[in-house]
């Protein structure tokens, strides 16, 4: 019987006889260096945990598949929405944004929402959030705000200085703020959140018109939430408790699933708006661009192994397919070549070699090579460049996406843009939020910005007044602030602010 069990074996396959006592010179010791098996597993034990995640450390991820339920065909020509009742694999990876990878998942924080579509055509990932909106439109902010929202560089220590001093000192914030400090900054879990894909991305057909879009993955489950006094006993009792319930319910059959509904601009369309339609501090109002529902995602499957898959997954905005592209969003722009160069950095040049990172549907072939972690072949003998004429592979014309103007002087310039970044914040406030969701607001912002100082928290309440005159008033209320010095704060420039509240 004991030859039909699994033998233990070094990783280059040499049977281990004692996986319990190191070779060593007598029963005490010392041990030998000879003891090829101990140095082996330590060694490796050394190098288990790759670099965390600079943001989004914490998550859960899952396979499932997406359905096509409607023709988009006169919109794109992606292969992967090409007829109805089309499904693709995918897998999809939930996180939180600014926490550690050991932080809970109830912390109040946008929530990641990365899909990998693994199409005929190649990988497609659509990297976007549960919020529509985001705090910031330039990437060259990005590495700034981030750093906010860590630890101070000297206590170590979450700052709510930090934390607001930032927020404060960049209005275009507001939107994503006011989202961020409702319930919906704490969703119940995973399965209870929309996605979206936040920034506007271009679809084209088969005849090379297009169009500008937003994706809005919209729960099955039905939206559900956390107060603040919920996510904080949650924090303790259970801080994993989003991941928990995400494997669970798939382990017991209760696949989570969402539909996916468009928005879809035609150029002259999107010209003519009345606000940026790439400015991702900003939506698409839905009176002004219906959604229509065009699919339906659906998680069947957790991961054989979280290491292998989850935390080695890897997703990018530049991967595209053919019928999908990018848009001129500066931030996006940025992002297309900041998370490529970041999965570089934390697993490797060849990170797309990782079997959940790999095409499944499709077949890759270029001239890059060698490299570490290179394991599949490394294109055997054939040509490493191009042109060539040894059979390599060629381009494909017929790949490109279709042109679009742009214009404009070269040079480090401000956003200019006639509509301000305060009317969709005040109009969330006033017309979406009910009289429940404003108290909770108030009661979360105030609570987390009292820690700030008081320069900065008139600051921000001044902010909040540019958005809606109430909303102004109620966090000056409960911060206890001269609401007439919030009022005056309110009435000047953001230069003029900045420098009236300077330390």
Same mark, same amino acid.
């Given at each position: 019987?004991?030859?039909?069990?699994?033998?233990?074996?070094?990783?280059?396959?040499?049977?281990?006889?004692? @996986?319990?006592?190191?070779?060593?010179?007598?029963?005490?010791?010392?041990?030998?260096?000879?003891?090829?098996?101990?140095?082996?597993?330590?060694?490796?034990?050394?190098?288990?945990?790759?670099?965390?995640?600079?943001?989004?450390?914490?998550?859960?991820?899952?396979?499932?598949?997406?359905?096509?339920?409607?023709? /988009?065909?006169?919109?794109?020509?992606?292969?992967?929405?090409?007829?109805?009742?089309?499904?693709?694999?995918?897998?999809?990876?939930?996180? &939180?944004?600014?926490?550690?990878?050991? $932080?809970?998942?109830?912390?109040?924080?946008?929530?990641?929402?990365?899909?990998?579509?693994?199409?005929? *055509?190649?990988?497609?990932?659509?990297?976007?959030?549960?919020?529509? /909106?985001?705090?910031?439109?330039?990437?060259?902010?990005?590495? *700034?705000?981030?750093?906010?929202?860590?630890?101070?560089?000297?206590?170590?220590?979450?700052?709510?200085?930090?934390?607001?001093?930032?927020?404060?000192?960049?209005?275009? $914030?507001?939107?994503?703020?006011?989202?961020?400090?409702?319930?919906?900054?704490?969703?119940?879990?995973?399965?209870?959140?929309?996605?979206?894909?936040?920034?506007?991305?271009? +679809?084209?057909?088969?005849? =090379?018109?297009?169009?500008?879009?937003?994706?809005?993955?919209?729960?099955?489950?039905?939206?559900?939430?956390?107060?603040?006094?919920?996510?904080?006993?949650?924090? =303790?009792?259970?801080?994993?408790?989003?991941?928990?319930? %995400?494997?669970?319910?798939?382990?017991?059959?209760?696949?989570?699933? +969402?539909?996916?509904?468009?928005?879809?601009? &035609?150029?002259?369309?999107?010209?003519?708006?009345?606000? @940026?339609?790439?400015?991702?501090?900003?939506?698409?109002?839905?009176?002004?661009?219906?959604?229509?529902?065009?699919?339906?995602?659906?998680?069947?499957?957790?991961?054989?192994?979280?290491?292998?898959?989850?935390?080695?997954?890897?997703?990018?905005?530049?991967?595209?397919?053919?019928?999908?592209?990018?848009?001129?969003?500066?931030?996006?722009?940025?992002? %297309?070549?900041?998370?490529?160069?970041?999965?570089?950095?934390?697993?490797?040049?060849?990170?797309?070699?990782?079997? /959940?990172?790999?095409?499944?549907?499709? &077949?890759? @072939?270029?001239?890059?090579?060698?490299?570490?972690?290179? /394991?599949?072949?490394?294109?055997?003998?054939?040509?490493?460049?191009?042109?060539?004429?040894? =059979?390599?592979?060629?381009?494909?014309? @017929?790949?490109?996406?279709?042109?679009?103007?742009?214009?404009?002087?070269?040079?480090?310039?401000?956003?200019?843009?006639?509509?301000?970044?305060?009317?969709?914040?005040?109009?969330?406030?006033?017309?979406?939020? &009910?009289?429940?969701?404003?108290?909770?607001?108030?009661?979360?912002?105030?609570?987390?910005?009292?820690?700030?100082?008081?320069?900065?928290?008139?600051?921000?309440?001044?902010?909040?007044?540019?958005?809606?005159?109430?909303?102004?008033?109620?966090?000056?209320?409960?911060?206890?602030? *001269?609401?007439?010095?919030?009022?005056?704060?309110?009435?000047?420039?953001?230069?003029?602010?900045?420098?009236?509240?300077?330390?």
């Amino acid at each position: 019987m004991a030859d039909d069990k699994k033998k233990l074996t070094t990783n280059f396959g040499k049977p281990v006889e004692d @996986d319990q006592n190191t070779v060593t010179a007598g029963s005490t010791g010392p041990a030998l260096i000879q003891d090829i098996h101990l140095l082996e597993k330590l060694a490796h034990f050394d190098r288990e945990r790759i670099p965390e995640r600079v943001v989004h450390a914490k998550g859960a991820g899952a396979h499932g598949y997406f359905e096509v339920t409607e023709d /988009v065909t006169k919109y794109t020509k992606a292969k992967f929405l090409s007829k109805v009742g089309k499904r693709t694999d995918l897998f999809i990876r939930f996180s &939180t944004v600014g926490g550690e990878k050991g $932080s809970a998942d109830a912390e109040r924080d946008p929530r990641g929402f990365a899909i990998k579509f693994y199409t005929e *055509d190649g990988n497609y990932d659509l990297v976007g959030n549960n919020t529509p /909106v985001f705090f910031i439109r330039d990437p060259l902010k990005f590495p *700034d705000f981030i750093h906010t929202q860590k630890r101070n560089p000297g206590t170590n220590l979450k700052d709510a200085d930090m934390f607001w001093d930032f927020l404060s000192l960049t209005p275009e $914030s507001i939107h994503q703020v006011t989202v961020l400090f409702s319930d919906r900054g704490t969703p119940k879990t995973f399965r209870h959140m929309n996605g979206y894909s936040s920034h506007t991305f271009k +679809w084209y057909n088969n005849k =090379g018109k297009y169009f500008w879009v937003q994706y809005h993955f919209k729960t099955e489950q039905g939206i559900q939430n956390l107060t603040r006094d919920e996510a904080t006993r949650l924090k =303790g009792e259970d801080p994993d408790h989003a991941t928990r319930d %995400l494997y669970d319910a798939i382990e017991r059959g209760e696949f989570p699933s +969402w539909k996916l509904e468009m928005q879809i601009m &035609t150029p002259e369309q999107a010209a003519k708006y009345r606000f @940026d339609p790439f400015d991702i501090t900003k939506v698409w109002f839905h009176g002004d661009v219906a959604p229509i529902t065009i699919g339906r995602m659906v998680l069947n499957r957790n991961s054989a192994n979280y290491f292998a898959e989850v935390e080695q997954a890897a997703f990018s905005p530049a991967n595209f397919v053919p019928g999908i592209a990018a848009s001129p969003d500066k931030l996006l722009q940025g992002r %297309l070549f900041s998370y490529h160069d970041t999965h570089r950095h934390r697993l490797g040049p060849n990170y797309h070699l990782i079997p /959940v990172n790999r095409p499944k549907a499709a &077949t890759v @072939d270029n001239y890059q090579r060698d490299g570490s972690m290179q /394991v599949d072949g490394n294109f055997g003998g054939s040509p490493n460049y191009y042109p060539n004429s040894f =059979g390599g592979p060629q381009p494909n014309p @017929d790949a490109s996406d279709p042109a679009f103007g742009v214009s404009g002087e070269v040079a480090r310039q401000p956003y200019a843009h006639p509509n301000d970044d305060f009317f969709q914040a005040g109009e969330l406030y006033r017309r979406v939020m &009910t009289d429940s969701d404003r108290d909770h607001l108030i009661g979360n912002i105030t609570t987390h910005l009292c820690n700030a100082q008081k320069r900065i928290q008139l600051r921000q309440a001044a902010i909040f007044y540019k958005a809606d005159a109430e909303y102004g008033h109620r966090i000056a209320e409960g911060l206890r602030l *001269d609401i007439k010095e919030v009022e005056r704060l309110a009435a000047m420039s953001q230069e003029e602010r900045t420098k009236a509240t300077a330390q």
